[in-house]
């Protein structure tokens, strides 16, 4: 996998910020229904495409981009739980710096002041959703 | 057949040399090479038509590129700038390593910075030679 990976390097991230551990509490891919793999307080990372990639004059490089969705969900009940982390997660993510542990990229933005609430799913656990925009060189 | 703009390639030398690929100008997200002549009017009145002549001629190419000063082609291009010192621009349009070059000066480079983007630089370049060729290795 070339370097940077986004999902991974974020995913390390919101790890750190939030004490939680990959494939136990954190997932990396689509949300998994509770008791299929994955509790019910947990968090889901998945990158998708982001806005079009621009290659340089001459170089072998290009200015990459995608976008980092990042989907928590929260004990069942427990909105407030939920929407706490979903708050961490988003405040680690703005402007995450290599210094902060996030290094390789040269943009790291999240456009919304507040996380999405996606409303409860059937286990009436409550969703939030973070959406970070991160941009590279390689 | 058509050239893809992101195969050439742009170097900057400190003398008049043929570049190598430690010249390169890296991080450039525009490039344009803009050869122009002076049309002189020569008409006298009582002439039906305009008459004119070639003026002199004169190459003002600029760069638009992320900003990276660490880039040895950017670092050579900001220290003409402050110096005044004339340096070489070769540009190979595909890529190849038949040249065009001019030796120019840097006008300035405007550096931009928003809370959404990256930094970006334009270099302005003015010539101070006539274009002509050189060969890349």
Known sequence: MPTPDPEADVASLVATATGRTLGASLFRGKILAVGEGAPADCIFIRAHRGERNQPFVGS????????VEVTVRGPAGDRESARATATTVLHALQKATSGGGFSGYTLALVVDGVPEDLEQDTNQCHLFAVAVTVQWMA | ?????????VYVTTTDTGPTSSDLINGITSFSWSPSRAKLDTSVL????????????????SVSALYLPADTGQGRLITAFGSGATVWVHFSPDGGTACLKVGVIVLGYPLKSDQGGVVTAEYQLASTTAIGTSTAS
């Open chain 1, 60 to 67: 072998s490089q290009t200015l990459w981009g995608a976008d």
């Open chain 2, 46 to 61: 009582g002439e039906a038509f305009t008459n004119a002549m070639a003026g002199k001629s004169t190459n003002d190419p």
């Open chain 2, 1 to 9: 057949m058509a050239t893809a703009g992101y195969q050439s390639k």
